[in-house]
């Protein structure tokens, strides 16, 4: 069974950081992508960083400069490296991964919990 486990979430003020976490188990990210997708409350999910199988990454322009995503593969765990927060980053932080050769995108396949971001102006 493949179970991805967000942490890191939390409150905020405009300006701060966090870094997003993302464990994984019955699942190796090396063998696949990963993506960090975001929900804020009546709003569309939106993918905001995502490393493909060949580890290049891309980013939401919403986010460019400001998030990273990266990966440990000895801890097997995903990151999203969040500065200069917005109020407008406030929402529901998703990791997803998919086993294989995705080069162009990463499909949801497999998806965690969710991590809580709110940023206060």
């Known amino acids: 069974e493949v179970q991805l486990v967000e942490s890191g979430g939390g409150s905020v003020q405009a300006g701060g950081s966090l870094r997003l976490s993302c464990a994984a188990s019955g699942y190796t990210y090396a063998t696949g992508c990963a993506v960090w997708v975001r929900q804020a409350p009546g709003k569309e999910r939106e993918e905001v960083a995502t490393m493909t199988t060949d580890r290049v990454t891309t980013y939401a322009a919403s986010v460019k400069g400001r998030f990273a995503i990266s990966q440990d593969s000895a801890k097997n765990t995903l990151y999203l490296r969040m500065n200069s927060l917005k109020p407008e980053d406030t929402a529901m932080y998703y990791c997803?991964?998919?086993?294989?050769?995705?080069?162009?995108?990463?499909?949801?396949?497999?998806w965690g919990q969710g991590t809580q971001v709110t940023v206060s102006s």
């Open positions: 997803a991964a998919a086993p294989g050769v995705y080069t162009a995108y990463c499909p949801w396949h497999y």
